[in-house]
């Protein structure tokens, strides 16, 4: 696993009109995707969300007006994640963003470009936290987890 330190938003980076920074969840569940993706835009970050790898390859690398995605949360469920070639054409699509894997409980160490690892079972604002961690948000854009 390879540790970078988080990504640092320049505090005057991010007006009224800068868009949130994007965070693709790439989860095959679509309802704990779609719950995942309404927590972290609650926290102030603009998350899409994709089924697999596959999917998030199709996904725009450069969506106008949204900014590039500077994280990706991965499912270690999806059976592409093993993939390393398919893993590291997702990383080099979107820029080298920081990275977390919601990894299994019964899976021992998590093997890849991995900057994070929440192990499951984990909670939706364990999650959030690990996200802000890697990506750190200004205090005028986030926004406390209920």
Same mark, same amino acid.
């Given at each position: 696993?390879t540790?970078?330190?988080?990504?640092?938003?320049?505090?005057?980076?991010?007006?009224e009109? !800068?868009?949130?920074? =994007?965070? $693709? @969840?790439?989860?095959?569940?679509?309802? *704990?995707? +779609?719950?995942? %993706?309404?927590?972290? /835009?609650?926290?102030?970050?603009? !998350?899409?969300g994709? =089924?697999? $790898? @596959?999917e998030?390859?199709?996904?725009? *690398?450069? +969506?106008?007006? %949204?900014g590039?995605? /500077?994280?990706?949360i991965?499912?270690?469920?999806?059976?592409?994640?093993?993939?390393?070639?398919?893993?590291?054409?997702?990383?080099?699509?979107?820029?080298?963003p920081?990275?977390?894997?919601?990894s299994?409980?019964?899976?021992?160490?998590a093997?890849?470009?991995?900057q994070?690892?929440?192990?499951?079972?984990?909670?939706?604002?364990?999650?959030?936290?690990?996200?802000r961690?890697?990506?750190?948000l200004?205090p005028?854009?986030?926004?406390?987890?209920?």
């Open positions: 696993m540790h970078r330190p988080p990504i640092p938003l320049r505090m005057g980076s991010l007006s009109n !800068a868009p949130a920074p =994007r965070v $693709l @969840v790439i989860m095959a569940d679509h309802w *704990a995707r +779609a719950l995942l %993706r309404a927590a972290l /835009r609650e926290a102030g970050y603009d !998350a899409v994709a =089924r697999d $790898l @596959v998030a390859l199709a996904y725009p *690398a450069v +969506a106008p007006p %949204r590039p995605v /500077r994280l990706i991965v499912d270690q469920r999806i059976p592409q994640v093993g993939d390393d070639m398919l893993v590291r054409r997702l990383l080099e699509r979107y820029g080298d920081a990275t977390l894997l919601l299994q409980a019964t899976h021992g160490r093997e890849g470009p991995w994070r690892v929440v192990q499951r079972p984990a909670s939706i604002g364990e999650i959030v936290a690990a996200a961690a890697l990506l750190p200004p005028q854009v986030s926004r406390p987890l209920d």
